[in-house]
């Protein structure tokens, strides 16, 4: 199995960029797939990106050209770019791994864009 830590979270006034970063560690070629969550007060927690092992990403169709999904193979790290954010942008922000194992998630990383 795999473990994750979400990390980069941080208070950003609107218009400006923030990367997060989810390490990852364990069993590392057993992932399939890596999405990032966010979670914003009083809502559900919803989809954000996705990275399949072949290297595909999908997006929210709302945040397509704003956001980008990304690895570093050598660091065991999985990035989301997010640029232009507003308010609504403001969330805890979670990692996720599907392995042959299950799912697992990380600990999440507050995000909190002020106008």
């Known amino acids: 199995q795999v473990q994750l830590l979400e990390s980069g979270g941080d208070l950003v006034q609107a218009g400006g960029s923030l990367r997060l970063s989810c390490a990852v560690s364990?069993?590392?070629?057993?992932?399939?797939?890596m999405r990032w969550y966010r979670q914003a007060p009083g809502k559900q927690r919803e989809l954000v990106a996705t990275?399949?092992?072949?290297?595909?990403?999908n997006y929210a169709d709302s945040l397509k050209g704003r956001f980008t999904i990304s690895r570093d193979n050598a660091k065991n790290t999985v990035y989301l770019q997010m640029n232009r954010l507003n308010t609504e942008d403001t969330a805890v922000y979670y990692c996720n791994a599907v392995d042959r194992w299950g799912t697992t998630w990380g600990q999440g990383t507050q995000v909190t864009v002020s106008s």
């Open positions: 990275l399949t092992s072949g290297g595909s990403t």
């Open positions: 364990g069993t590392i070629s057993s992932i399939n797939v």
